[in-house]
């Protein structure tokens, strides 16, 4: 069933304690069907299809905000920071090699 049905169906089914104040219960019938097509789907659909078409523009937007310098130089500085730590981890496990190796271990 589709999605706009099962909208539909939901409205059928609503408890009339559940509507808001002078809204009247949808019946079955072809008049309260327009009603809801010109009420809720239209306006939801032209809004959904505006979104679609500036699905691009709003995606960039999104990038570009998420870009935030002074977040990039925290990374490049941590960045450098961790390269810095391997590389004295690595001369370290290079000398303990070179000692392990000088003094005969396995």
Do not use: C
């Amino acid at each position: 069933m589709s999605p706009t049905r099962e909208w539909w169906e939901d409205l059928l089914s609503r408890d009339p304690d559940e509507l808001d104040e002078g809204q009247e219960p949808a019946t079955p019938n072809a008049d309260d069907l327009r009603q809801f097509i010109d009420r809720d789907l239209r306006p939801w659909y032209v809004q959904r299809r505006m979104e679609l078409e500036n699905r691009p523009l709003i995606r960039a937007q999104a990038f570009g905000q998420s870009l935030d310098p002074d977040k990039l130089s925290r990374l490049a500085r941590y960045e450098v920071h961790l390269d810095r730590k391997l590389e004295r981890t690595l001369a370290m496990l290079l000398r303990l090699k070179d000692l392990r190796r000088e003094t005969g271990g396995p």
